[in-house]
């Protein structure tokens, strides 16, 4: 079923609801379980896309201490609330899509597919699924996207979170296979010292192909005559 554009009768979100506010509207008319899914490294041109999916319980079980969107924590706060996401969610999952199937698919493919995956492997089937930014189609259950739905949704930025350190954590293994990219420290997205490192190193084998400045550094694409800020887009 395609996403709704809006939520349910009678559930009114206030302005000044907080976090969990989608939630608790949702389920004042009827509606539960309600997940959230949300993707990390789309933007970098290296690494796997990864997709999280999270169910929170009702109630004080599922305030969870510190949440937030995972891009606004940092990375000691971003670990202590993953392990009290795991710990209080009544389900979640974490979906990776790998460099190469990002170029086989493109990205906003990859994405939509990654977010797909992340709702079909989780334990318990939701009612309503909270999609950040763009709705998803194919989740065989209604829902809706919100825009900046991992500041304001409380089960978004938890699948947010998931989705981040299962990344990050994966981005720093990779460093000590690829160490002349130092993907520990910039996690596959365009820094200077990446950019730097592509230029004398070349592209490595979980560099994403679409992307335009790695396609430069292969030699695919012309080296860029003025550096305009668009080097991280992929290939059209």
């Known amino acids: 079923m395609t996403s709704l554009s809006h939520l349910p009768s009678g559930a009114a979100i206030r302005r000044d609801a907080g976090l969990y506010g989608y939630e608790r509207a949702l389920r004042r008319v009827g509606i539960d379980p309600i997940a959230g899914v949300d993707e990390a490294g789309r933007g970098a041109c290296a690494g796997p896309l990864v997709a999280g999916a999270c169910i929170l319980p009702p109630g004080r079980a599922g305030v969870v201490p510190g949440l937030a969107d995972s891009k606004l924590l940092t990375e000691k706060a971003r670990e202590r609330v993953y392990a009290q996401v795991v ?124 992307f335009v400045n790695v396609r430069r550094a292969a030699g695919l694409e012309p080296p860029a005559s003025v550096h305009n800020g668009d080097e991280a887009e992929p290939a059209v």
Do not use: Q
């Open 87 to 210: 710990r209080r969610a009544v389900a979640w999952s974490v979906v990776v899509i790998d460099s190469e199937e990002c170029d086989r698919l493109g990205m906003h493919v990859a994405n939509v597919e990654a977010l797909r995956r992340a709702v079909a492997l989780l334990d318990h089937r939701p009612s309503y699924v909270l999609t950040d930014g763009f709705p998803v189609d194919g989740l065989e259950v209604p829902g809706l996207a919100v825009w900046k739905g991992d500041r304001v949704a409380a089960c978004i930025a938890a699948a947010s979170v998931l989705a981040k350190v299962t990344r990050d954590r994966m981005m720093v293994e990779l460093d000590s296979t690829y160490p002349a990219y130092d993907f520990k420290t910039h996690k596959g997205y365009i820094t200077d010292v990446h950019s730097a490192a592509l230029l004398d190193h070349g592209p490595s084998a979980v560099h994403r192909m679409r």
